[in-house]
């Protein structure tokens, strides 16, 4: 995985993820303890035995046939959460049938101008609280609800990759703005979820730029309340808080991107797609500061002009509205995740995704070098 010019350096030497239980080991001390307790790493070998024939196919797919012959996968589970990702860097390389370049994005993009969003007022219901602007986006309510409160956050831009930091930054305090109307409509949702599903293959339906908020009461959404549980069982198994020891580890192992007022990047050890990266800030801090916006901004632009990603997800993670203190624990995160070629008609999440182990293809470690090269 990876070469030597794309890897982060752990204690004062080259690695990449099939280095991983090297790396660990390497550790001194506290940091060994916590990466062990939080990390279960294991390493295989897969072998085939390809047909003669099969040869001049898997040199020009593959690279080479011995890389088909002997094939290494490293699993990563966390403990505590029972995240787990299987990395196969072969299949990043694999053919993809029904691939086709099609149009030019940029034209595929123009060609859908003129659609609902590009006048929300009118093309989009309201919210029965009315609507919120921000400096370059404004709301309406989700045609097809999938809460009690459901906005999407339409920007003005059709395009949506014409996005900057102050676009970035202007969506987390519209967003939040909206969950705070939606709020005093309603005392008993406190559970506010930020989601961007940009294009299609991430799921988004309409092309113009757009994000979407959710508020909703009960239970917090399950992916958090998940976390929660996990948590609240970590601290009573190790006396230690899990999102500091998750993001400690990153750091040990070279995985964090520091940025300024506390707020970090952290190429995911285990991302439930490819390239994911966690942007985690300080505890009590707002997803609104300037410092935590610099960052998933800086995040999503490094995503687009260095990696080449043109479609990905975004959701931010943060406590209730309400300031519930079981869940004071809970420090601001944005989850990225990119979602693949826009060209390529087949999903990139299949059975294993849904009911299994997610799969990727790229290393966390070349995410993280690339990341801090920004």
């Known amino acids: 995985m990876g070469g030597a010019d794309a890897s982060a350096r752990v204690g004062g030497r080259l690695t990449s993820l099939r280095d991983l239980p090297a790396a660990i080991a390497s550790l001194a001390g506290p940091a060994q303890d916590r990466a062990a307790r939080l990390y279960d790493v294991s390493v295989a070998t897969a072998r085939t035995d390809p047909p003669p024939g099969l040869t001049p196919w898997l040199v020009s797919t593959f ?18 959460t029972l995240e787990s990702t299987l990395f196969a860097p072969l299949r990043a390389r694999r053919p993809i049938d029904g691939s086709s370049a099609g149009m030019r994005l940029a034209d595929e993009i123009a060609e859908t101008e003129g659609d609902p969003f590009c006048e929300p007022e009118t093309g989009t219901p309201a919210n029965a609280f009315g609507r919120v602007r921000g ?51 309603d005392p008993a949702a406190a ?46 198994a190790h006396g230690s808080e899990l999102l500091d020891d998750f993001v400690d580890v990153h750091r ?14 952290l190429a995911h050890l285990t991302p439930v797609k490819e390239r994911e990266v966690v942007v985690i800030g ?5 997803e609104r500061d300037p410092a935590f916006a610099e960052r998933v901004g800086e995040t999503l632009i490094a995503f687009r002009d260095r990696i080449g990603v043109r479609s990905f997800n975004l ?30 008609r087949p999903s ?22 690339t990341l801090r090269q920004t």
């Not at 309400?322 to 060209?343: Q, T």
């Open 191 to 236: 559970h506010y979820l930020l989601i961007w599903n940009c294009l299609w293959r991430a799921g988004g339906s309409i092309v113009h730029g757009h994000a979407q908020a959710l508020l909703g009461a009960g239970a917090h959404y399950a992916r958090l309340e998940r976390l929660r549980r996990d948590a609240d069982a970590y601290r009573s």
């Open 252 to 265: 040990d192992l070279g995985l964090a991107i520091d940025g300024r007022d506390g707020v970090t990047a």
């Open 63 to 80: 690279g080479s046939e011995a890389a088909v012959r002997e094939q290494t996968v490293i699993r990563v589970t966390n403990r505590a």
């Open 315 to 344: 959701a931010l993670w943060r406590p209730p509205l309400d300031s519930d203190p079981a869940w004071g624990w809970l420090r601001p995160m944005a989850r990225i995740v990119d979602r693949g070629n826009l060209a390529s």
């Open 135 to 185: 400096a370059r986006m404004i709301s309406g309510a989700n045609a097809a609800a999938a809460d009690v409160h459901h906005a999407v956050l339409v920007f003005d831009a059709h395009d949506p990759l014409a996005f900057d930091a102050d676009l970035v930054a202007d969506l987390l305090t519209t967003g939040r703005a909206w969950a705070d109307a939606a709020g005093a409509s």
């Open 282 to 286: 300080p505890s009590g801090m707002d």
């Open 348 to 369: 990139d999440i299949g059975s294993m995704e849904l009911f299994a182990t997610p799969i990727v293809g790229s290393d966390p470690f070349e995410l993280a070098a």
